[in-house]
């Protein structure tokens, strides 16, 4: 019995910029191993297959979907996918964003990437959810929402840390329709975005140098990477935490509870 079995879940940001364990990818595959039927949701195709081929090997079901998180026609499409191909929607996770150096034309699109994206997918999850008697919804924020963590990444930061907030709202709001919603707040993972484009912006591209400094902030001594975000993501979207709602998990090896 995987602890998922019977649900429907979607996940979104489900593929991943290289090889690895991006936070999306692990979510998708964890809970495919574990029962759900999961529609798993990317703007980009090929990494989407990949993610899929993953889940095939482990035996788990899983329908691709691609789409556009930051429109809200999409995102009702998105939902609309997951009913027709599996009967209705259990749990929601708003994983896809990302982060970029700031200019001002950037501003908007980081706060719709980042913020608007989880809106949208609560705002059109939730009718569903409703109909069904309940579900879970997990957002995927960042532990540069809760401090400075060593890049001016104001728009990325603002923007998850608003996610926090409105799960907050969102969860007492919708508590009395069955509806639990929380946050995993992941810290300096190891996922594909470290070769794939942050070595790139903040350390000359020297992804080894990027990866030492990171792994000197963590008192736990080693990085952890999507699957850890994936574990969290799993027990919030589980009957094993029928009882929690409108909290975060921080998933960071202890970085956050550093004084320096």
């Not at 191993?33 to 990317?42: H, I, K, P, S």
């Not at 957002?139 to 060593?150: C, E, P, Q, Y």
């Not at 993972?189 to 902030?217: F, K, N, W, Y």
Request: hydrophobic share 45%; with cysteine.
């Amino acid at each position: 019995m995987g602890r998922l079995d019977g649900k429907v879940a979607v996940v979104t940001g489900a593929g991943s910029v290289g090889d690895g364990w991006g936070n999306g990818r692990a979510t998708a595959v964890v809970f495919a191993r574990e029962g759900a039927r999961v529609l798993a949701v990317d703007r980009e195709p090929g990494p989407l297959q990949a993610t899929l081929d993953l889940v095939v090997e482990e035996g788990g079901t899983a329908t691709g979907h691609t789409g556009d998180v930051t429109d809200s026609a999409e995102v009702a499409a998105m939902i609309g996918a997951a009913v027709h191909a599996y009967g209705g929607l259990d749990v929601l996770v708003n994983n896809a964003g990302g982060s970029a150096e700031l200019d001002e034309q950037d501003w908007q699109a980081q706060l719709d990437l980042n913020l608007s994206s989880v809106y949208l997918g609560c705002r059109h999850a939730i009718p569903t959810m409703r109909a069904r008697g309940g579900g879970a919804i997990v957002n995927v924020a960042s532990t540069s929402g809760l401090r400075f963590t060593g890049s001016p990444q104001v728009a990325y930061a603002s923007a998850k840390a608003a996610v926090t907030q409105l799960s907050k709202v969102t969860a007492v709001q919708h508590a009395p329709e069955g509806i639990r919603v929380n946050t995993v707040v992941p810290g300096q993972l190891h996922t594909p975005m470290v070769e794939a484009r942050l070595a790139a912006q903040r350390a000359g591209g020297d992804v080894d140098a990027l990866l030492a400094q990171r792994l000197s902030r963590i008192p736990l001594g080693f990085m952890g990477d999507g699957r850890d975000t994936a574990h969290a993501a799993l027990f919030l979207a589980s009957d094993d935490a029928r009882f929690v709602t409108g909290t975060e998990i921080v998933v960071d090896g202890g970085m956050t509870a550093r004084c320096d």
